[in-house]
């Protein structure tokens, strides 16, 4: 169980001042407005159960049952509100072993109050945020090898990685007005944002890098070489740059929790269920001011995912990501 209410107020009050948070993510003022939108929140919320989704794992369930589980607790939140962003990391800190003087909690908590800036694009959003940040502690309670400080880890990676969507992607017009990818363009967006943070809050440098690695290997353009990384198979041809790929494999349990975390980032999209799917796809089709199309979707799960998880945890939910497919493809 996290902090009371009153105190976790107190303490993001204590880190919004020490940190000194930039006055704008998106536009002049949002940042002020959103802390006085969570202080608000956070004096009346609950705290979120720690017995409860997404802190527990049902041993012996199946793939259709747990994706109905987190489906419905996707939608829970997303109906009440509850528990706020900022809430939810302090809970799964508090799991960590985490008390409100460390260092990386109180730059996540900051981090937070920037994922709350409105407004917001309708896909990649505060309700995404939280959704990547719930199912972070679901695979993180169903990795028993993942040591705490790894698990705190993707908390924090799982808050950040993308404050300050802009609700396009990472293909972005050049000099000359052609399309072009730009590797980690918005990972890069929202670590500007948050890195100095957590360098003012003392995070050591190593864990500034592990952090930073984590957070780019969450372009999805990557997810076939993070995929060969984990299994330690050969990259196919987009590969992540030698220098982080070669950090990920001399820090294992960061490998594995940036692996976490990128499945973290499909799960409510790829692994529930095909009704889960198509609300997440027509709330992305609005953000791309476009119709949904399921060869769309389709193609989502079969070639920027691969057709599969990561991770063992993830995997569990495959079956899902199978019956995804074929209603997909009907």
Same mark, same amino acid.
Not at 106 to 117: S, Y
Not at 130 to 142: K, M, S
Not at 207 to 221: C, F, P, S
Not at 229 to 241: F, V, W, Y
């Given at each position: 169980?996290?902090?009371?209410? !009153?105190?976790?107020?107190?303490?993001?009050?204590?880190?919004?001042?020490?940190?000194?948070?930039?006055?704008? *993510?998106?536009?002049?003022?949002?940042?002020?407005?959103?802390?006085?939108?969570?202080?608000?929140?956070?004096?009346?919320?609950?705290?979120?159960?720690?017995?409860?989704?997404?802190?527990? *794992?049902?041993? =012996?369930? =199946?793939?259709?049952?747990?994706? %109905?589980?987190?489906?419905?607790?996707?939608? %829970?939140?997303?109906?009440?509100?509850?528990?706020?962003?900022?809430?939810?990391?302090?809970?799964?800190?508090?799991?960590?072993?985490? =008390?409100?003087?460390?260092? $990386?909690?109180?730059?996540?908590?900051?981090?937070? *109050? $920037?994922?709350? !800036?409105?407004?917001?694009? !309708?896909?990649?959003?505060?309700?995404?945020?939280?959704?990547?940040?719930?199912?972070?502690?679901?695979?993180?309670?169903?990795?028993?090898?993942?040591?705490?400080?790894?698990?705190?880890?993707?908390?924090?990676?799982?808050?950040?990685?993308?404050?300050?969507?802009?609700?396009?992607?990472?293909?972005?017009?050049?000099?000359?007005?052609?399309?072009?990818?730009?590797?980690?363009?918005?990972?890069?967006?929202?670590?500007?944002?948050?890195?100095?943070?957590?360098?003012?809050?003392?995070?050591?440098?190593?864990?500034?890098?592990?952090? !930073?690695?984590? *957070?780019?290997?969450?372009?999805?353009?990557?997810?076939?070489?993070?995929?060969?990384?984990?299994?330690?198979?050969?990259?196919?041809?987009?590969?992540?740059?030698?220098?982080?790929?070669?950090?990920?494999?001399?820090?294992?349990?960061?490998?594995?929790?940036?692996?976490?975390?990128?499945?973290?980032?499909?799960?409510?999209?790829?692994? $529930?269920?095909?009704?889960?799917?198509?609300?997440?796809?027509?709330?992305?089709?609005?953000?791309?001011?476009?119709?949904?199309?399921?060869?769309? =979707?389709?193609?989502?799960?079969?070639?920027?995912?691969?057709?599969?998880?990561?991770?063992?945890?993830?995997?569990?939910?495959?079956?899902?990501?199978?019956?995804?497919?074929?209603?997909?493809?009907?």
């Amino acid at each position: 169980m996290t902090d009371a209410p !009153t105190s976790l107020v107190e303490e993001l009050c204590t880190a919004l001042e020490a940190l000194g948070p930039p006055a704008m *993510v998106r536009h002049p003022g949002d940042v002020a407005a959103a802390a006085r939108r969570l202080f608000r929140r956070l004096a009346r919320a609950p705290c979120p159960s720690t017995a409860a989704l997404p802190f527990r *794992v049902a041993a =012996g369930a =199946g793939a259709r049952r747990t994706g %109905r589980d987190l489906d419905a607790m996707h939608r %829970r939140m997303a109906h009440t509100g509850e528990p706020a962003l900022a809430m939810l990391f302090a809970a799964g800190c508090a799991r960590c072993g985490l =008390g409100p003087a460390d260092p $990386l909690r109180r730059a996540g908590l900051v981090a937070c *109050v $920037l994922a709350e !800036t409105r407004p917001a694009p !309708t896909f990649h959003d505060v309700r995404h945020t939280r959704e990547v940040l719930a199912n972070a502690i679901w695979l993180a309670a169903a990795d028993a090898a993942l040591p705490q400080a790894e698990q705190a880890l993707l908390l924090l990676a799982a808050v950040t990685h993308d404050i300050g969507h802009d609700g396009g992607t990472n293909a972005r017009p050049d000099g000359t007005g052609a399309i072009t990818y730009r590797p980690c363009f918005l990972e890069d967006r929202a670590l500007g944002l948050v890195l100095p943070l957590a360098q003012r809050a003392g995070l050591a440098a190593e864990r500034l890098q592990d952090l !930073t690695v984590m *957070v780019r290997q969450t372009d999805i353009v990557r997810r076939r070489a993070l995929t060969a990384l984990h299994d330690g198979t050969r990259a196919p041809e987009i590969s992540i740059p030698a220098e982080e790929a070669d950090w990920l494999r001399a820090r294992p349990m960061v490998l594995r929790a940036a692996c976490l975390l990128a499945d973290a980032d499909v799960l409510a999209s790829a692994g $529930l269920s095909a009704r889960a799917q198509r609300r997440r796809q027509l709330r992305l089709a609005r953000e791309w001011d476009r119709p949904a199309h399921n060869a769309e =979707g389709l193609a989502f799960l079969r070639e920027l995912l691969g057709g599969r998880f990561i991770t063992d945890p993830a995997r569990r939910l495959e079956p899902n990501l199978r019956r995804i497919a074929r209603a997909l493809a009907r």
